[in-house]
Structure formats: structure tokens, C-alpha cells
């Protein structure tokens, strides 16, 4: 399968992006291609590629690619194209070929030689075995070398029955997607999530989380079964239980042969052994059965039809005959060639991966057989049909016809009576009557299912399919019950940790179960139940999976949504803070555009009708609505901003919307003309005063959101008055005294943030103000310098630190950078280097001056918090007037001077709030 020779293209990772993400809005396959010496040459360069590659896979052909037409791809490979968009185009068309295709791919240039080629699936471990021989083919026929196709085929259909759910399982999955229910795959088995939250139910093929363990037991337990049953007055095979030979024989003898011979505890009539007469049948059913259970049960045989009745939720939904399995002769061939004729029909697959199964040919059909004084090598006449078993399971080969509309009612309510007494929600009924159509008179009920294949209904031989699958979702989720808990995602460069804190406590306060993810941790009502940076999909689906939860509150980073994807599908809520260039250099980040364009998929994943929250003095966010991806689906869109005049909000308010702003100092709520106080900035401590600007923002969007969601203002305003900087919002511009002055902890660490911080600096008059700063070594340079010129303008004097995960970088060369940057912009300005950030912290506290004030921005709080706490410091609410000092250096009056020009928006600055 693979060709021979140095590969000229190297596949460094493939990883799943199962939620919506920024190549699709379904799951996709990720490749990060290394080209090599294929890098930016093209396709038609190769002498008899192109021709290679559509005579192996002429279905490309129908490509269309970007130009929108069939032929568009062909038309690409003459023109000339990279080769990772062959491999993409290869890839899908291999999928095509083993019948899990999808149609939509992307390729995009990362960084050199590298290129991310994704691609949709549907069965991962396949999708990417094939996606590798993918590169394989491609390297292959540049080389000038053959391929082999068909072995490549043939192991990915191996690798996609291994690997889908069943038949029972798809049914019961797809229903619930055509009711809009979340469906998620849970582990590798056919366990299906349907629903978050407390709305939150499961379910493995037939079975669903509300079916009764006890039930279940007694279901299997056949004997037990047969004897409730009886007692009960429903008609049931005689049997006995059986652990010898000798006891079956006997068994039989007092029974009346032919008999049925299969495990106390089977299914899928599996050993099942029918028409069971002399002794050598007996010793080979009675050993058969014991491989699957040490007691047998040996009992009487009906004789009649067999059908199957499917009782949900206490009805009966469908009802199929099931036909023995069986050929047609044709005067030509021997039965046991008539057998593997019907196996190759398409419809007839191994286990349970087609509509039917194949026929197995084993010691029942011989004896069978026999019986009828036949053997496989008998070639019947032509037209003649050749009953091989008298077991009518479809896992052994059996067809079915639908009769539902046939069934009798007093059959019908005896079946739904059966699965009554069993307890079972989901049930099959197997019975042996002469007609369901009419009243028992002989007969009756052969087995109780606790997890009945619902396939026979679905994909019946003849008669009409019957939607067992909507049956059983709808027993979970009646019509008009919820499915979904509501879902707010928060996003942006900065302050989104501050809001979904902010949000999750308001709601928590509501009375709510809240479910939140940040980057300190998930948290369940309140409990950190997961330690770490959780802003991703898999801590999403943490949150989602909690049958506790009743609301989520999901920060959603960059990186997440990059790697993997969003862990919801749709949102109630999406926020956007602000949109930064920080990552630019990382990830293939190219641009601040791309940027915007990962982080707004939260807001295209925003559901029809649901409230979309964007910053209005944002550049960048005031024209995301211009944006076709994100108008795409309707919704509310309501904006927030710290200027009333800001023109986006007068116009807004103009057309009837809805905007949160800083007014007259308290936030207030206007909707078209209308105008509603909500709090004093004075009142929430978070703001200090309205001193942080950045927290007045981040405020605004916090009431923002939870007006959407719905919260009072009376409940809104208590909670945001006790929600605590050090309590509740940890790490984020937390103030401290210390040795009469003051120590300001926070996790900035972008030109932004210092930004932010060194505003609410230039309010605090004749103050020293230390910035202890370092940003992380994935930075590109020039966003590294970026933030220390800022940086420079803003404090009186730097430490600069580095952080302890350098991230590729060698000791020293953040710092070096930084330093560097800083004197450039400040020749005069003390900048201290001191590496380690706990001594940095300490040397900036020995230095530290009456009223002083040093903002430490760090990279792991609890070691901060741990010093902080051994040199005694307090946590304070707000700075006290400033101690008097002679006068104010002219480099500070520049400085502050600069940065509130920085502050302004049109003729409107925002104003500083006087000291506490």
C-alpha cells in the first residue's frame, strides 16, 4: 500500500475537530502537511501526473472545487495547484470511494513549507488512514511510481465496520438530529449523549438511561422471563433449566421432541438451536449453548409464524414477520453456492453495518437441512425456496416484511402488557402464533428483548418502514420538552476571564446550577471540579455532560477553538470583549484579520433568535456585523461601549436596539430612545470607582449578557455589588496594601492589557507606579517590543521578569527584547531585569516607596498569592489619597499626558474618577 522510497511530503499531526470550527461547521480532519521539496510547485509541472491520478480515481472528475461546477478541480490540476490541495481533493474522493464521503475541504498555507489541509468525516480512525494514503498516492504518482487501490480500500472498510455505531444506535441518533437534540458519540462504543446538561439523557442501542437495570436483568434471565410471564396468564413456551447433558436429554424426552435448545441467557439468537431431535443434535446444541452460558434451557416448540413487536414507552410503535432465512433455487447452482450468491447482495453486510445480514451457515442450518432430507451440496430446482433455519434472527440472515397495521388488538395490548410486567421501556416481543392478524389460539410469547435491533423496522423486506428510532426519542423527550440548557460563550483577547466569572455569579444567583469554564478551572455550581487552563471544547463537553448543570458559562479561547474546535454546537449567548493582535505569529496566525476571523465563530454559532454581545469601541468588533458568515443567521445583536456619543451606538439606538454604556457615571440600559439606570459605577467594586475603564467594559458586557439571558435588575445589581475581585476573580487586577503602599496583581500579558492598566495608572496622581511585566515567548517580536514601549510610557520605572515556560525561547531573549524597547522609547527610565518572577516580585517590594504602587503581572498566581501572603499583604478595595510629594517628574506628566490623548474618542475622553 505504501510506495516505495524516500517521502516527498511529510505529515507532522492529524487531529479531529469535532465541534464547529473555522474550516466547517461540521467535524473535521486536520492535516499539518510538510511539502518539502514540493513546496510551491505545482501540479502540471509533473509530467503524466494528472493523467495518473484520474485514471486511478476518476470520480475526482466531479470535483468541483472553487470554480462551483463539475470538472472545477480538473480544471485546477491543468491550470497548476499545490499539492496539498491534491492531497485534499484525493482524500475526499477516497472517502467517497468507501462510502463515507464528504464533499467540502480546505486547504491553507501556515508557515514555509507547511500547509493545515482539512478535511470533513464521518468514521475518524478510516477517514484518516485514508487521509495518510492520501499523501502516499500523491508521493507515489510524482515519483512516477504505481499505487495499489483496492487493499487501501478494502482495510478502510474493515477499519469503518469496526468503528460505526449500529444500525439501532444511527437510528435513534438520527431522529434526534432531526429534532435539533445534541447528539455526541460517548466513548468508542455505540453510548450516545443526547441533550446537555440537566436536560441530559444517554443511550446504547435500545437501551436508554431510563431502562430499569432490574428489568434488564430479568429480560435475560429467559427462564425467569417465562415464568412471570405465565403467572401473569400470558402464554409461554413449557422448558426446564438444564446444566448436563443427561438433564436435556431427559428434558426433552418429558417435553415432546423437536425442541429448542440456547443459553438461560442469550441474544441475538446466538446458540439458539431449533427442531432439536435426536441425541447427536442434542450433544451439539446443549454444547453450543454452554459456551455462552453454564444453564441451558431446553423447551417446547411453537409452531407458526414468528413476528417481533416493538413496544416503547408502553405502546406498541412496530411489528415485523420475521422470514426465515432462505434461497431460491435456480436448477444450476448448490445451496451452499445459492448462499454465497445472496451474500454478495449489497444490502446484506457483516454484524450489523447493512440493512441485512449475511447468511451463516452453521450446525442448525445442516441440521435443518437434513431434516428436510437436503444437504448444502443439493442443487433445488429452479424457483424452488430452500428454508435454511427455522431461527428467524436477522443477525443470521433472516428478512422481515412489516405488519403493524396488521396486528390484532387484543395481540397488541398483550405485548405491551408483556413489556409492562417485565419492565422494560423499549422492548421487542418475539412471538410463534399461527396469525398475528387474529386472537391467539395457540402459541405465544417466545422471548422478551431488552435491547431489540430495531433494523427489521427501518429497513424492512417489504412492507413500510416504521420509525422506531423518532419512537424512542420521543419516549425520552416528549414533544415540547427541552433538550438544551442555555449556553453562553464569551470570547475576545482580553477581559473574557472577568466576564464569564462575572456572568457565572449572577446567574449562580439566580438560583441556577451554573456549569463555567475559564482559565482557571471548571467549575460546577461554584465547586472547581477540574485544576487548569479549561477554556477549550473538552472542558465545554465537561460542563455539558453534568446532568447537575442548568446554565453554562463558557469562556472560549483562541487555541481551543483552533485545535479542536467549539465544544457546543449552537450558543444562546456569544460575547466578544475585544480583538487584539497577541497571537499574531502563532498558529499560522498571520494577521489581526485572522483573528477575528477564529474568534468569531463564536459568534456565527450564535442560535436563530439567541443575543450576540460585541463591543462597540472595539475597531474590529464595530464591524463584524458587515461580515456575511456572521449576519448568515439571525439574531439580536446588542452593543456596549464606555462613550454614550460612540457613533455605532447612536445609530443603533436610532433603528430600536439595545446597548449597555457608561453614562453620567452608571451604567446604563437604552433601547432605541429609551433609557433605564441600572447601577452606579460606584456600587460594584470591581470598577473601583470607574478608576478601570477596562473593568467599566468589562461590566457592561457582563450586564449585557445577563439581561439577555433574562436576570432582573434588582438581582443584577446585588450580585455584582458582593461579586468579590479576590474571592471571585482571581488574579484580575487585585489590590493589595503593603508596607504603605500598594500591590496590584493581574494577568496581562499583551500591549492591550498594559495599555489598560497603565490608564488606570494615570489617574493615580503623585504616585511611583512599578510595572513588573514579561510576555510569553510565543510572541513575535515586534508584538513583544509593542508592549514594552507601552509599557514604557506608562510606569515610572520596569522590572522585567520571564516566565518559567519560555516556550521555545532561550533565558533571557524576552527580557532582552523588552529591555531593549524600553530604553529605546525611556533612555532615562530605571529597567531592572530580574528573570525569575517571585524574586522580581521581591526586589520591587524592597524598593517599594511610601504610596508606591507595583503592578505585577504575573504567569502562575498561586506562587504570587504565596509570597504576597508571607510579607503580610492586605487586600484593599481602592487606592487612598496619595501621600504629598515635592513634585511630579516631568517624564510623568508626559507620560500621563500621552496616555489619556490614547483615551480619547472623537472630542469625548472618558473622565478619571477622583481618588477614594
Not at 16 to 31: A, D, H, I, K, Q
Not at 324 to 343: F, Y
Not at 456 to 481: C, K, L, Q, T, W
Not at 706 to 711: E, I, N, S
Request: net charge neutral; proline share 5%; glycine share 8%.
Amino acid at each position: 500500500m505504501k510506495s516505495k522510497g524516500k517521502a516527498s511530503m511529510k505529515i507532522e499531526c492529524i487531529r479531529p475537530l469535532t465541534g464547529p470550527n473555522v474550516y466547517s461547521y461540521r467535524p473535521v480532519l486536520l492535516m499539518r502537511l510538510d511539502l518539502r521539496e514540493l513546496v510551491e510547485r505545482e501540479s502540471r509541472e509533473f509530467k503524466g501526473f494528472n493523467e495518473q491520478l484520474l485514471t486511478i480515481l476518476p470520480g475526482i472528475e466531479n470535483h468541483h472545487c472553487s470554480l462551483g461546477r463539475p470538472g472545477g478541480f480538473v480544471t485546477r490540476l491543468n491550470e497548476g495547484t499545490y499539492f496539498g490541495h491534491v492531497v485534499e481533493h484525493v482524500a475526499l474522493e477516497l472517502t467517497e470511494l468507501c462510502g463515507i464521503g464528504r464533499t467540502h475541504g480546505k486547504t491553507r498555507h501556515d508557515t514555509g513549507s507547511i500547509y493545515n489541509v482539512a478535511i470533513e468525516f464521518q468514521a475518524e480512525k478510516a477517514s484518516t488512514y485514508l487521509f495518510e494514503q492520501a499523501v502516499n498516492l500523491v508521493d507515489a504518482l510524482v515519483r512516477g511510481e504505481g499505487f495499489e487501490l483496492e487493499p487501501v480500500l478494502e482495510h478502510a472498510r474493515f477499519l469503518i465496520a469496526d468503528a460505526h455505531v449500529g444500525p439501532t444506535t444511527r437510528a435513534i441518533t438520527e431522529a434526534a438530529k432531526r429534532r435539533n437534540i445534541p447528539c455526541r458519540r460517548d466513548g468508542a462504543g455505540n453510548r450516545i449523549q443526547l441533550g446537555y446538561g440537566k436536560y441530559l439523557h444517554y443511550v446504547q442501542a435500545a437501551m436508554t438511561d431510563q431502562t430499569s437495570a432490574i428489568a434488564v436483568e430479568l429480560a435475560q434471565d429467559k427462564d425467569e422471563t417465562k415464568d412471570r410471564l405465565h403467572r401473569n396468564g400470558i402464554p409461554v413456551p413449557k422448558g426446564q433449566v438444564v446444566y448436563s447433558l443427561e438433564e436435556a436429554t431427559r428434558a426433552a424426552d418429558e417435553l415432546g421432541r423437536p425442541v429448542v435448545v440456547k443459553p438461560l441467557d442469550g441474544r441475538q439468537g446466538k446458540a439458539v438451536s431449533l427442531e432439536v431431535s435426536t441425541a447427536e443434535e442434542m450433544k451439539v446444541a446443549f454444547e453450543a449453548a454452554q459456551e455462552f452460558s453454564s444453564a441451558v434451557l431446553v423447551e417446547e416448540m411453537f409452531c407458526g409464524r414468528n413476528y417481533r413487536v416493538t413496544i416503547v414507552g408502553g405502546r406498541m410503535v412496530a411489528a415485523s414477520e420475521r422470514l426465515l432465512p432462505h434461497v431460491i433455487g435456480d436448477g444450476v447452482n448448490s445451496i451452499r453456492d445459492l448462499i454465497a450468491i445472496e451474500n454478495k447482495n449489497p444490502l446484506r453486510g457483516d454484524g450489523h453495518e447493512k440493512p441485512l445480514t449475511k447468511i451463516k451457515v452453521d450446525f442448525d442450518v445442516v441440521t435443518h437441512l437434513h431434516h428436510a432430507g437436503m444437504s448444502l451440496d443439493t442443487i433445488p430446482p429452479r424457483g424452488e425456496r430452500i428454508i435454511l433455519s427455522n431461527r428467524s434472527n436477522l443477525s443470521i440472515g433472516a428478512t422481515a416484511e412489516d405488519v403493524t397495521d396488521r396486528v390484532h388488538p387484543g395481540v397488541a395490548r398483550m405485548c405491551e402488557r408483556a413489556a409492562r410486567l417485565i419492565g422494560l421501556d423499549v422492548c421487542g416481543v418475539d412471538l410463534v402464533i399461527p396469525d398475528i392478524t387474529a386472537p391467539i389460539t395457540s402459541g405465544g410469547v417466545i422471548e422478551v428483548n431488552a435491547s431489540p435491533g430495531l433494523r427489521m423496522h427501518h429497513y424492512p423486506s417489504a412492507g413500510e418502514p416504521r420509525d422506531v428510532g423518532e419512537a424512542v426519542v420521543d419516549a425520552i423527550f416528549p414533544a415540547g420538552a427541552p433538550s438544551r440548557i442555555p449556553i453562553i460563550s464569551i470570547t475576545g483577547t482580553n477581559g473574557k476571564t472577568t466576564v464569564t466569572r462575572m456572568t457565572a455569579h449572577v446567574l449562580s444567583k439566580t438560583g441556577l446550577c451554573v456549569g463555567m469554564t475559564t482559565t482557571d478551572g471548571i467549575y460546577i455550581d461554584g465547586e472547581r471540579v477540574v485544576e487548569g487552563d479549561t477554556t477549550g471544547p473538552q472542558s465545554a463537553q465537561v460542563v455539558l455532560s453534568d446532568p447537575a448543570v442548568e446554565a453554562a458559562v463558557l469562556e472560549t479561547a483562541r487555541g481551543g477553538i483552533l485545535r479542536r474546535g467549539l465544544g457546543y454546537d449552537w450558543s444562546d449567548i456569544g460575547v466578544m470583549t475585544n480583538i487584539s493582535d497577541d497571537h499574531v505569529g502563532q498558529d499560522g496566525i498571520k494577521s489581526v484579520e485572522d483573528v477575528i476571523y477564529i474568534k468569531s465563530l463564536v459568534a456565527e454559532r450564535v442560535k436563530e433568535g439567541g443575543a450576540l454581545i460585541l463591543n462597540a469601541d472595539d475597531e474590529h468588533l464595530s464591524k463584524l456585523m458587515e461580515c456575511e458568515r456572521v449576519k448568515r443567521i439571525p439574531k439580536r445583536v446588542i452593543y456596549f461601549s464606555l462613550h454614550e456619543n460612540n457613533p455605532l451606538i447612536r445609530s443603533h439606538l436610532q433603528k430600536g436596539g439595545t446597548a449597555y454604556i457608561a453614562k453620567n457615571k452608571a451604567v446604563i440600559e437604552s433601547t432605541g430612545e429609551t433609557d433605564r439606570w441600572m447601577m452606579d459605577l460606584s456600587m460594584p467594586p470591581l470598577v473601583m470607582n470607574g478608576a478601570a475603564d477596562f473593568q467599566v467594559a468589562n461590566l457592561l458586557a457582563t450586564v449585557a449578557a445577563c439581561r439577555a439571558f433574562g436576570v432582573e435588575q434588582e438581582v443584577l445589581l446585588k450580585s455584582l455589588i458582593n461579586f468579590s475581585s479576590w474571592t471571585n476573580n482571581p488574579g484580575r487586577a487585585n489590590l493589595y496594601r503593603l508596607n504603605g503602599g500598594h500591590v496590584m496583581v493581574d494577568y496581562g500579558h499583551n500591549t492591550d492589557a498594559f495599555n489598560a492598566i497603565c490608564r488606570m495608572a494615570s489617574n493615580w496622581k503623585d504616585r511611583r507606579v512599578t510595572g513588573v511585566i514579561g510576555v510569553p515567548g510565543d510572541r513575535a517580536d515586534d508584538i513583544i517590543d509593542h508592549a514594552a514601549r507601552v509599557a514604557a510610557k506608562g510606569f515610572n520605572r520596569v522590572i522585567v521578569r520571564e516566565d518559567h515556560d519560555l516556550r521555545g525561547r532561550k533565558p533571557g531573549d524576552v527580557a532582552n527584547i523588552l529591555c531593549r524597547a524600553i530604553r529605546e522609547i525611556s533612555p532615562g527610565m530605571e529597567c531592572e531585569v530580574v528573570l525569575d518572577e517571585i524574586e522580581a516580585l521581591r526586589r520591587a517590594v524592597s524598593q517599594m516607596e511610601k504610596g508606591e504602587v507595583i503592578v505585577h503581572f504575573y504567569e502562575k498566581l498561586q506562587p504570587v498569592q504565596r509570597a504576597l501572603q508571607e510579607m503580610a499583604a492586605q487586600p484593599a478595595t481602592t487606592l487612598p489619597p496619595a501621600p504629598v510629594r515635592e513634585s511630579t517628574p516631568r517624564r510623568i506628566r508626559t507620560a500621563r499626558s500621552a496616555l489619556a490623548k490614547s483615551r480619547r474618542i472623537g472630542k469625548r475622553s472618558v473622565p478619571a474618577m477622583p481618588p477614594a
